[in-house]
């Protein structure tokens, strides 16, 4: 048997025990447990804390102090911005994309380690219960550690802090009355469209409007569920399957699919208002070539 061969069969040995046989078929109970009963503390609360403090230390030991030439630590973490940014700037917007920067990275960041959370041995299987041994619960009645976006009130505000940032950015770059245009206003052009249909089209147009601002209002819960099911999904997926390797590699993909789809949907929703950049912009400057003189041609 090769080396490889070797460690693979290692792995899955090693994934498969980590879990009593009946802790595996329970699988994760869908409410976070009080670390203490009667305190409003949760195991995923717990989790989101401590995790969020390790990952500032590690950032900051990572970059330590910037510096012209970086360091291999500021190096890695320069290049995950540069890519972020080259993904999150064309959609937000030249002007927006400063103050959306920070958020959407924290996000990404944020949601991608607590999404592997519950790759670690020990998650969801330590904790109290009953059973004949301590170390070998046959029932798990109050995990110790729980992911955070396992937890659909974790998820919760996370849609509602996206939902607050894509307010405050629109209001500040796109403003209330490109807003109002934006949902409500007549899209046809004017000449262009027969003088009877035209207030019909303004009827349609507010219509549509109302749905769009319905399909806003629902946003952090199609936000918050969106990312909670996929991650309970995969939990209970692990517990149920005895933690066997493959379905820690596909969680691994899933962990990062997420972290960017919910990030990618926040900066879509910011972009929509804010990045009106290039459809204008590309006009005037093909409307000015056109008007401009060609050199050497007779005024």
């Known amino acids: 048997m090769s080396g490889a061969n070797k460690l693979i069969a290692f792995l899955v040995a090693f994934g498969t025990s980590l879990a009593p046989p009946l802790q595996a078929a329970q699988g994760l109970p869908a409410k976070a447990a009080e670390v203490v ?50 993904i999150f700037e064309p959609i937000v917007g030249k002007a927006a994309f400063p103050t959306a920067f920070p958020i959407l990275v924290t996000f990404f960041v944020f949601i991608l380690f607590h999404n592997w959370m519950g790759l670690i041995p020990g998650v969801g299987t330590i904790g109290w219960g009953t059973g004949e041994n301590w170390w070998h619960l046959d029932h798990m009645s109050r995990a110790l550690i729980r992911p955070h976006n396992a937890d659909f009130n974790g998820t919760i505000a996370l849609a509602l802090i996206s939902f607050g940032a894509w307010a405050i950015i629109v209001l500040k770059f796109a403003g209330p009355k490109t807003i109002m245009l934006d949902l409500f206003g007549n899209k046809a052009e004017k000449n262009e469209t027969p003088a009877w249909l035209y207030p019909i089209l303004s009827l349609v147009f507010i219509i549509v409007g109302l749905i769009e601002v319905f399909s806003i209002a629902i946003r952090p819960f199609t936000l918050s569920v969106r990312l909670f099911g996929n991650i309970f999904g995969g939990e209970n997926l692990l517990h149920g399957t005895g933690f066997i390797f493959i379905f820690y590699f596909m969680e691994l993909l899933v962990g990062v699919i997420q972290a960017l789809v919910f990030t990618l949907l926040t900066a879509v929703y910011i972009g929509l208002l804010c990045n009106h950049e290039g459809g204008d912009h590309g006009h005037a400057e093909h409307d000015h070539e056109e008007k401009a003189p060609a050199a050497g041609a007779p005024h």
């Open 37 to 86: 009963p009667g305190w409003p503390i949760t195991n995923s609360m717990i989790t989101g804390w401590v995790v969020s403090i390790l990952l500032v230390i590690l950032i900051r030991w990572l970059v330590g102090r910037p510096t012209v030439i970086p360091t291999r630590g500021q190096a890695v973490f320069e290049s995950l911005l540069e890519g972020l940014r080259g």
